[in-house]
């Protein structure tokens, strides 16, 4: 071998090797966003149970943002969110960690993929440069179990696919036949609106490892219902709801 063609292999494996450390910061960086999520929005709920939002104005050039409070659960599609804490009411809990909230808000937003950014929505009751930020449920597997029960009762289990959206519900194991198989389907009848919820939360699954290794089975030899890769699929079991 010639030393330009020694040269050109070891160029290739440094290649490479820096491809493989650039995705692997990219999964840290994911799991590091979503926990800081977690981190806050588990402080928050300590002082102020029924907090749904963090409402906020976000300045794109600098990627920075100014807390402004935080708001409950929407009463009716068209109603706005309650405030239950406005930024600057120093009689409330919340108060004394105003400057927790403004920062871990603003470092689980910084990656411009960061995973955060999907639990993001502009606020359509204000005017101008105001943006939501739904708290992350405290159990992200009891939150899917509930929804997909919701539109599928019988339902014990669902198959998640990790290259689509970061990770999708493909089929449900809807129950069990006479013979003891798994009735699966790829027939999911929920809404669109639910199917963002559940994409997202199931995304959210696939980015934590902590969550993924403790919810998500591999699958072996498992037939792809759209004929796709199937070396991200996963079986989730639904955790029992009330």
Known sequence: MTPAAANHDHLAILAHQREELDIERGRIE??????????????????????????FAYYGKTRTLDLEGVLGAQSSPLGACPWLWENGDEEHPLA??????????????????????????RNSASDGNRWLLELPPPDRAARIAELVREYHPEATAVIVDGHSAGGRIIEVVDGAAEDGTRNL?????????????????VGQLF???????????????????????????RLMALPPTA
């Open 30 to 55: 994911n799991a590091h966003c979503l926990a800081v999520l977690d981190h806050i929005s588990a402080m928050i709920r300590v002082l102020c149970p029924e907090a749904v939002h963090v409402t």
């Open 96 to 121: 004394e960690i105003a400057d927790d909230i403004e920062l871990d808000v603003q470092r689980a937003l910084a990656p411009y993929r960061s995973p955060a950014w999907a639990t993001v929505r």
């Open 185 to 201: 389907t790829t027939r999911r009848r929920w809404t669109s609106e639910c199917d963002d919820v559940l994409t997202r939360l």
């Open 207 to 233: 980015a934590i490892p902590a969550l993924a290794g403790r919810h998500l089975t591999p699958l072996y030899d498992y037939r792809h219902p759209y004929g796709t890769s199937s070396d991200l699929v």
